[in-house]
């Protein structure tokens, strides 16, 4: 039984293949043979500047793609700052004892790329908007720091290393679960690990 499925999967395969080839030798055939053979049909060409024989001549169309600039984003130290205020969290340790003192700052791009060029009036008012949006997000952003740093140890946090490496991920979560805000930078004004 499994001898008459394999011979049939191979006859059909097999008829796949010079299918293929067929198909394959007539679009060679038509691309590549002089225009003066006999063909089933002709690829015509219709370049700017040539004699065309045909009865609608068609005008060409020119496209002129420009690329818009992407509004810069700033440099570190020259966004809007939230402090996440200081929180003392208990760290992964068998004898409960370790702990962390963390003061967190995010710094955001602003949302409105004419920020640094609005009169100084419009640029407060845009700051009281701009902050009100964050401090809803505040529970957020308070939340994930605490989450993530609970689940350290002491030995994770205590190197610079291990600093780095926490600043990228509290960059990479809360980036995740804030997608309506570019997030500059993340700093640390206060780390006491103990």
């Given at each position: 039984?499994?001898?008459?499925?394999?011979?049939?999967?191979?006859?059909?395969?097999?008829?796949?293949?010079?299918?293929?080839?067929?198909?394959?030798?007539?679009?060679?055939?038509?691309?590549?043979?002089?225009?003066?053979?006999?063909?089933?049909?002709?690829?015509?060409?219709?370049?700017?500047?040539s004699s065309s024989n045909?009865?609608?001549?068609?005008?060409?169309?020119?496209?002129?793609?420009?690329?818009?600039?992407?509004?810069?984003?700033?440099?570190?130290?020259?966004?809007?700052?939230?402090?996440?205020?200081?929180?003392?969290?208990?760290?992964?340790?068998?004898?409960?004892?370790?702990?962390?003192?963390?003061?967190?700052?995010?710094?955001?791009?602003?949302?409105?790329?004419?920020?640094?060029?609005?009169?100084?009036?419009?640029?407060?008012?845009?700051l009281t908007e701009f902050?009100?949006?964050?401090?809803?997000?505040?529970?957020?952003?308070?939340?994930?720091?605490?989450?993530?740093?609970?689940?350290?140890?002491?030995?994770?946090?205590?190197?610079?290393?291990?600093?780095?490496?926490?600043?990228?991920?509290?960059?990479?979560?809360?980036?995740?679960?804030?997608?309506?805000?570019?997030?500059?930078?993340?700093?640390?004004?206060?780390?006491?690990?103990?």
């Amino acid at each position: 039984m499994l001898n008459k499925i394999l011979s049939v999967f191979n006859i059909i395969s097999q008829v796949i293949l010079a299918i293929v080839a067929v198909v394959s030798l007539v679009t060679a055939y038509v691309v590549f043979a002089p225009d003066d053979m006999p063909k089933p049909f002709r690829l015509m060409y219709d370049l700017p500047g040539s004699s065309s024989n045909t009865a609608n001549p068609v005008e060409p169309i020119t496209i002129v793609v420009t690329a818009t600039p992407e509004p810069e984003a700033p440099e570190p130290g020259n966004g809007i700052m939230l402090n996440l205020s200081t929180k003392i969290i208990n760290l992964v340790d068998p004898g409960g004892r370790k702990y962390i003192r963390l003061t967190v700052v995010v710094e955001f791009a602003p949302d409105n790329p004419e920020y640094e060029s609005l009169p100084e009036e419009e640029k407060t008012a845009y700051l009281t908007e701009f902050n009100a949006k964050l401090n809803s997000r505040l529970p957020i952003m308070d939340d994930t720091v605490i989450t993530l740093l609970s689940t350290k140890t002491y030995e994770e946090l205590y190197t610079a290393d291990g600093k780095e490496e926490l600043r990228k991920q509290i960059l990479d979560i809360l980036t995740e679960k804030l997608p309506d805000f570019h997030i500059i930078a993340i700093y640390f004004t206060e780390f006491v690990v103990q």
